[in-house]
């Protein structure tokens, strides 16, 4: 993709180039990991035994371990790579927590969400794939430097049915994907009747229909709805009924129908608020509730 400079009406082409090195790229990231991706730092360079992870940091929205790995260029083993990193992880959960509570104090800790997220210059097609297979936690992010202005964009990557296991048979991978689970859309689904289905599929299209930016996460418990991390929107299937959770500071809900069960600790922090939804009577009433908080998220 070529970037250009606006002035007086010319355009002058911005040239890409890599960061002198790796560390650079770690620094910057590092610094503002919040409005990256949402996370919480905790320090770098953690590991032992030959292994250093370049950085460790806390999801607070899946109370998840993230680790992070940084190449000024071209990565060549994502796969191997991950697994071992986890694989470690999860060897030495103790260490993780001291630093964890050292840098954020107690937390709780969601081990099955783990994942690792790399950033590169560039990824091959066999990298893509890879990570596109199903229980493979990794997260894929291109960057590209032009000048003073910074670009990082996530990888869509190629999803598989077919399970990481199955394709690489090593006790490193078996341990790893024992303990990580990787939620899709259907896990979710197939806990609802048909009737909460439709329900279902009509709100997400509505949601998706307000900013083609939109994301759609499942995790464990829920469906997010996000712009870049900023969940705005999140959906919980259940048999018969959508619990809709909704984060705002205040939302104007003229019928009364969305109630406070998270409120905000302090002025600044957004209130969360549920609607129990078992049929589409509410359906165009909600959507225009939610996209209240969709308009309330923070300027991404």
Known sequence: MAIFKIKNQDLTELKSKMFPTELELQKL???????????????????????????????????????????????????????????????????????????LGKREIDWTQARVIFIA????????????????????????????????????TPKSDVSIGRILKSKEVSQVTKQVKTYTLEDH????????????ERLKRGIFAFDDRIQEKPVSSYIGYKVRY??????????????????????????????????AKKETYASVWQYVMSSDENLDYVLNIIRQSYQAAPDL
């Open 121 to 156: 210059k560039r990824f091959n097609i066999h990298q893509l794939y890879a990570s596109g297979f199903k229980n493979a936690p990794f997260e894929l992010y291109r960057y590209d430097l032009c000048d003073d202005v910074f670009l990082l964009e996530a990888v869509e």
């Open 29 to 103: 990231v590092d610094q503002h990991i919040g409005i990256i991706f949402g996370l919480e730092f905790i320090r770098r360079e953690f590991g032992g035994q030959g292994l250093s992870i370049d950085t460790i940091a806390y999801d607070p929205e899946t109370k998840a371990p993230v680790l992070i790995e940084y190449k000024k260029d071209t990565y060549q083993s994502v796969v191997d790579q991950g697994m071992a990193y986890l694989n470690w992880l999860f060897s030495h959960k103790g260490d993780y927590q001291i630093e964890l509570e050292k840098k």
């Open 189 to 200: 689904i197939a806990k609802a009747n048909n009737k909460t289905t439709m329900i279902f």
């Open 230 to 263: 900023y969940n705005f929107c999140a959906i919980h299937i259940f048999r018969d009924k959508l619990n809709v959770d909704l984060r705002a500071k205040k939302i104007n809900d003229p019928k009364k129908i969305f109630r406070n069960v998270w409120p």
